[in-house]
Nanobody, 127 residues
């Protein structure tokens, strides 16, 4: 079973940067579809970014060119680098994984039906 442990988050200012990380255990990291989701106060959870087993990346329109998803396979860790933050980026960020690391990764990300989820870390952006 895939286990996900998230680190990072906290508070930041508009225009600033934060980085989230997610350590993966219990499954071969290189075969996974990995993603970040977030849930803003009063809103539904939404997909932020995903990366498949072949390093193909997917981003929500709202974070394109500001956020970068990447992995360190030697450390079994997923990252989300968040730049040019604004108040609309506030929310609980969740790391998620699915064993369909290939062409189905995009579908899982778009539907939000990933197999495994982290507990979530709060990110608050305010001045």
């Amino acid at each position: 079973q895939v286990q996900l442990t998230e680190f990072g988050g906290g508070s930041g200012q508009p225009g600033g940067s934060l980085r989230l990380s997610c350590v993966v255990s219990g499954y071969k990291f290189t075969n996974l579809c990995m993603a970040w989701f977030r849930q803003a106060p009063g809103k539904e959870r939404e997909g932020v970014a995903a990366i498949d087993a072949y390093y193909n990346r997917m981003y929500a329109d709202s974070v394109e060119d500001r956020f970068t998803i990447f992995t360190d396979r030697s450390e079994n860790t997923l990252y989300l680098q968040m730049n040019s933050l604004n108040s609309e980026d506030t929310g609980v960020y969740y790391c998620a994984a699915d064993r369909d690391g290939g062409i189905l990764c995009k579908d899982h990300f778009n539907r939000g039906d990933m197999e495994s989820w982290g507990k979530g870390n709060l990110v608050t952006i305010s001045s």
